[in-house]
Each structure stands twice: as structure tokens, then as C-alpha cells.
């Protein structure tokens, strides 16, 4: 009798993980989902947003990764997204991780579809480019935490991480270390949760070079409850339900029917199953968002400061902190769906709170509201962008954008064995390529230095 020695693929990692646990960051697959050339990017960016952009510089690849993150609670869950390479081994380049914006479809992501405007915008202009999918899109079939700090923060902090381990893995990719958040509407929410809680809880692995938050709820228990207790007519009520939805579910308050109407207790979850658009979520919800709450919810929460949802939005607020690197807040100052507000009290309070490289950014009413306001703000990013970003080449091994005896002094370090090269060191003190830092790289490098 023979022994079945076949193991299934499925049991196979099971196995391994088992006996090979994965830690956040740790990358599950990898796939190479398209190239573009430079004029590609340059032509459609053009007919995305039908204005002049500066002229593409690099071909780009879009890689997508699935890697592991985790819950507050501890729980070990995939998350996804892509990075997007400009194509040129010469260089070492900024990294800009770009959170996008409210999402109900699981798959309308880059991880799925590839190519978008904002990574074909910085991977074309020389920016390593990130764009998380988040928890509860991609491949994570959860309902999505919106807006919801810790989450958000920890799935795009997971992503950076796991993105150093994709380019230390390949000797054609390097990134140097500037790293620079930005994101619109509910992704300048998490900008910012991710930019707080870098600096919070992972100073001893990244430094935020800066952060380029736009349009964000950043006062989700103030600014925007204050709208939405007023009874104005709301254009986008999925937003109101998504949250509710998300927050009645992870803080485990009760159920759906303690706080929705019976009508919507049965419609809601449905419509947030990941399959339909906000559009169409918003044709079956009152333009007056409250009123999917029970009128007693409402009043209890309107009259009660310690009510459960209340502190909830309060833990969840981004605007009572000290950031420490640079923070640009952009916003449509006739923005009707996140009003101005938000980053208006985030700025205010920065400053009190010691702040001191913090810039609000207001845009005029009339260049419309939050969705037509929102290529201005991106134009605003990119020129900001531009204006503190660098690319590092071989031989600049002390990352200071010249080639000079300081880079040898560093060179000299790494070879005898009193420095501990960082990524970014090592690949730019190997300046024959061949693998190895040694006397011959000092050699190569002296022939510049000594030009007159």
C-alpha cells in the first residue's frame, strides 16, 4: 500500500504558517499588473483631468501586493494595494504613500484595476508611489473601518513596511528617505491618522518627511456632527450611514436595530456588502442623513455628551496633537461635503499645540465644492511635492544631493566595519554594481570628486 505524500496547496500554508507565522508587513504574493511609458502617463493624464500636467518623466510599473496587517484587537488579517516603480535603476527615489478617497465597491482599487491617475501622476514623476486599498477592500472581504484612526492608520503603516521589503528584495528598485503621505476626503483622514500615529508609535522605523493631508473629517464629534445634528441636506448620505454602520459593528454597541429605523436596520448592510457604489447607495437614503436614526437615538445623542457613539467619533478625532515633521492641510473653502472647517480647527489647534511647520491651505468656493475642488488641491500637492522632494544618485552616500569627500568618509565607514549601512547606503556606496562595497567603489567615486 502506497502513502499519500500529495499536501495541498491550501494545507501547504496553513503549514507554513503555522511554523513560519507571518508578522505585519510581511508580504503574502506579489504581481506585476502593467508598464506604461512616460508619454502613455503624460496622454492620460491629460484626458483624466483635461488640464496641462508637467510633462512625465519615467516609465512605470504597478506592482500588486497582499500582505498582513491586523485589528486594534490583535486579529491577523491580508490587506492589499500597489507600488508603482518609475523605471530607472540609476536613481534612488521618494517614497509618497497616496490614500484614496471613499470607496463602497471592494474591488474599484488599484490592487485590482492597476493604473490610476494619482499613481500614474507620482510613479511618471519620479515618486516610489503607494496606494493601500484599506481594510475592507482589496482583498479583505470585511466590512471597511471608515473612518476609524487605528485601522486605518495601522493597514497603511503595514503597507509601507511591506513595500521596503518588496524593494529590498530586488536590486533594481531603491527607494532613499524622504516618505511623504497624502491623500483626499477620507484619505486625508487617513493621512493624517497615519502621519499621527507614525510619529506616535513607530518613530524608531520611519521618519514622515511630510504630510499633505486634504479634505479630511479631521473633526468627526465637532465640525461634522455639528452639520449633520443641524438637519441640512446632505449630497453624499452613504458617508453618514458607512460610518454608523462601521462604528456599531467594531466598537460592538448594540445592534443595527438599536440604532436604524426597521427600514433601513434591513436595507443598510445589504447595500454595503462591497458590490455597490456610493451613487447608488445614496438613491435609497434621505438627503437629510439623520433620519435613517431612530428620532430617539437622535435626541438621546444630541442631549447626551457621554453617549457610546459620541466618544467614539471623540477617540477618532485627528485634530488635537502636535505634529513634528511638516504638515500641508489643503481644502476647498466651499467644500459642502467636509466643510473647511476641519482643517481650519486642525491648524488652529497645531499651532497652540507648539506645531511649528504646519500650513493651511484654503482654496477659493469658486472652484467649486468637495468632488470639483478636488484636482485643484492635487495641483496644490504636486507643486508642494516638487518643492521638497529629491532623487538621489550613485555615489551620494550620504543622501545631501552632492558627491564629495563626505561621501568617501561614509564609504570608508561601511568597508571597515564601523558603520552599519542602511538600505539606501549600501546602494549608494556600491558604485561599480557589483554587489559589494569596497576599495574599488572609493576608487570609482574619487574620478568625479577630483574633476575640477
Given at each position: 500500500?502506497?502513502?499519500?505524500?500529495?499536501?495541498?496547496?491550501?494545507?501547504?500554508?496553513?503549514?507554513?504558517?503555522?511554523?513560519?507565522?507571518q508578522?505585519?508587513?510581511?508580504?503574502?504574493?506579489?504581481?506585476?499588473?502593467?508598464?506604461?511609458?512616460?508619454?502613455?502617463v503624460?496622454?492620460?493624464?491629460?484626458?483624466?483631468?483635461?488640464?496641462?500636467?508637467?510633462?512625465?518623466?519615467?516609465?512605470?510599473?504597478?506592482?500588486?501586493?497582499?500582505?498582513?496587517?491586523?485589528?486594534?484587537?490583535?486579529?491577523?488579517?491580508?490587506a492589499?494595494?500597489?507600488?508603482?516603480?518609475?523605471?530607472?535603476?540609476?536613481?534612488?527615489?521618494?517614497?509618497?504613500?497616496?490614500?484614496?478617497?471613499?470607496?463602497?465597491?471592494?474591488?474599484?482599487?488599484?490592487?485590482?484595476y492597476?493604473?490610476?491617475?494619482?499613481?500614474?501622476?507620482?510613479?511618471?514623476?519620479?515618486?516610489?508611489?503607494?496606494?493601500?486599498?484599506?481594510?475592507?477592500?482589496?482583498?479583505?472581504?470585511?466590512?471597511?473601518p471608515?473612518?476609524?484612526?487605528?485601522?486605518?492608520?495601522?493597514?497603511?503603516?503595514?503597507?509601507?513596511?511591506?513595500?521596503?521589503?518588496?524593494?529590498?528584495?530586488?536590486?533594481?528598485?531603491?527607494?532613499?528617505?524622504?516618505?511623504?503621505?497624502?491623500?483626499?476626503?477620507?484619505?486625508g483622514?487617513?493621512?493624517?491618522?497615519?502621519?499621527?500615529?507614525?510619529?506616535?508609535?513607530?518613530?524608531d522605523?520611519?521618519?514622515?518627511?511630510?504630510?499633505?493631508?486634504?479634505?479630511?473629517?479631521?473633526?468627526?464629534?465637532?465640525?461634522?456632527?455639528?452639520?449633520?445634528?443641524?438637519?441640512?441636506?446632505?449630497?453624499q448620505?452613504?458617508?453618514?450611514?458607512?460610518?454608523?454602520?462601521?462604528?456599531?459593528?467594531?466598537?460592538?454597541?448594540?445592534?443595527f436595530?438599536?440604532?436604524?429605523?426597521?427600514?433601513?436596520?434591513s436595507?443598510?448592510?445589504?447595500?454595503?456588502?462591497g458590490?455597490?457604489?456610493g451613487?447608488?447607495i445614496?438613491?435609497?437614503?434621505?438627503?437629510?442623513?439623520i433620519?435613517?436614526?431612530?428620532?430617539?437615538?437622535?435626541?438621546?445623542?444630541?442631549?447626551?455628551?457621554?453617549?457610546?457613539?459620541?466618544?467614539?467619533?471623540?477617540?477618532?478625532?485627528?485634530?488635537?496633537?502636535?505634529?513634528?515633521?511638516?504638515?500641508?492641510?489643503?481644502?476647498?473653502?466651499?467644500?459642502?461635503?467636509?466643510?473647511?472647517e476641519?482643517?481650519?480647527?486642525?491648524?488652529?489647534?497645531?499651532?497652540?499645540?507648539?506645531?511649528?511647520?504646519?500650513?493651511?491651505?484654503?482654496?477659493?468656493?469658486?472652484?467649486?465644492?468637495?468632488?470639483?475642488?478636488?484636482?485643484?488641491?492635487?495641483?496644490q500637492?504636486?507643486?508642494?511635492?516638487?518643492?521638497?522632494s529629491?532623487?538621489?544618485?550613485?555615489?551620494?552616500?550620504?543622501?545631501?544631493?552632492?558627491?564629495?569627500?563626505?561621501?568617501?568618509?561614509?564609504?570608508?565607514?561601511?568597508?571597515?566595519?564601523?558603520?552599519?549601512?542602511?538600505?539606501?547606503?549600501?546602494?549608494?556606496?556600491?558604485?561599480?554594481?557589483?554587489?559589494?562595497?569596497?576599495?574599488?567603489?572609493?576608487?570609482?567615486?574619487?574620478?568625479?570628486?577630483?574633476?575640477?
Amino acid at each position: 500500500m502506497k502513502t499519500n505524500k500529495i499536501i495541498t496547496s491550501g494545507l501547504l500554508i496553513l503549514l507554513l504558517g503555522f511554523f513560519f507565522p507571518q508578522e505585519n508587513g510581511d508580504i503574502i504574493e506579489s504581481e506585476l499588473l502593467g508598464t506604461m511609458t512616460a508619454s502613455q502617463v503624460q496622454s492620460q493624464l491629460y484626458s483624466y483631468f483635461g488640464i496641462p500636467f508637467p510633462d512625465a518623466i519615467y516609465d512605470i510599473s504597478v506592482y500588486r501586493v497582499v500582505y498582513q496587517t491586523e485589528f486594534p484587537d490583535g486579529e491577523s488579517i491580508l490587506a492589499s494595494g500597489t507600488i508603482t516603480i518609475p523605471q530607472n535603476d540609476e536613481f534612488a527615489f521618494p517614497v509618497v504613500s497616496a490614500q484614496h478617497g471613499t470607496e463602497t465597491v471592494r474591488n474599484n482599487v488599484s490592487s485590482v484595476y492597476g493604473f490610476d491617475a494619482i499613481n500614474m501622476w507620482l510613479g511618471a514623476y519620479g515618486y516610489i508611489t503607494l496606494e493601500p486599498d484599506y481594510i475592507g477592500l482589496g482583498v479583505s472581504q470585511l466590512l471597511h473601518p471608515y473612518h476609524m484612526a487605528t485601522p486605518s492608520s495601522e493597514s497603511i503603516i503595514h503597507m509601507i513596511r511591506a513595500s521596503r521589503y518588496f524593494c529590498d528584495d530586488r536590486n533594481d528598485i531603491q527607494y532613499n528617505n524622504q516618505l511623504f503621505l497624502l491623500g483626499y476626503s477620507e484619505g486625508g483622514y487617513t493621512t493624517m491618522a497615519a502621519h499621527k500615529s507614525i510619529e506616535e508609535n513607530y518613530a524608531d522605523e520611519f521618519n514622515v518627511t511630510m504630510s499633505i493631508p486634504m479634505a479630511g473629517a479631521y473633526s468627526l464629534s465637532g465640525v461634522m456632527v455639528d452639520m449633520m445634528l443641524s438637519g441640512v441636506t446632505y449630497s453624499q448620505p452613504y458617508y453618514v450611514a458607512y460610518i454608523m454602520l462601521a462604528y456599531i459593528q467594531y466598537y460592538e454597541d448594540g445592534n443595527f436595530q438599536d440604532y436604524f429605523t426597521n427600514y433601513y436596520t434591513s436595507l443598510l448592510p445589504g447595500l454595503f456588502d462591497g458590490t455597490h457604489p456610493g451613487w447608488q447607495i445614496n438613491s435609497y437614503l434621505p438627503s437629510i442623513p439623520i433620519n435613517i436614526l431612530q428620532p430617539s437615538v437622535i435626541d438621546e445623542f444630541s442631549q447626551n455628551d457621554q453617549h457610546p457613539l459620541r466618544l467614539a467619533l471623540q477617540n477618532n478625532d485627528l485634530y488635537d496633537w502636535t505634529p513634528q515633521a511638516s504638515v500641508y492641510l489643503i481644502h476647498g473653502m466651499g467644500d459642502e461635503v467636509v466643510p473647511y472647517e476641519n482643517s481650519q480647527l486642525a491648524y488652529e489647534i497645531f499651532l497652540a499645540n507648539g506645531a511649528d511647520d504646519v500650513h493651511l491651505i484654503g482654496l477659493p468656493a469658486s472652484l467649486g465644492g468637495h468632488g470639483p475642488v478636488s484636482v485643484y488641491c492635487l495641483l496644490q500637492a504636486s507643486t508642494i511635492l516638487q518643492n521638497h522632494s529629491a532623487t538621489n544618485i550613485h555615489g551620494d552616500v550620504n543622501g545631501d544631493l552632492a558627491i564629495n569627500v563626505l561621501d568617501i568618509v561614509q564609504m570608508v565607514a561601511i568597508i571597515l566595519g564601523t558603520h552599519l549601512p542602511t538600505s539606501y547606503e549600501s546602494w549608494a556606496a556600491d558604485v561599480n554594481w557589483d554587489g559589494t562595497v569596497n576599495v574599488l567603489d572609493v576608487v570609482n567615486i574619487l574620478g568625479p570628486i577630483l574633476e575640477p
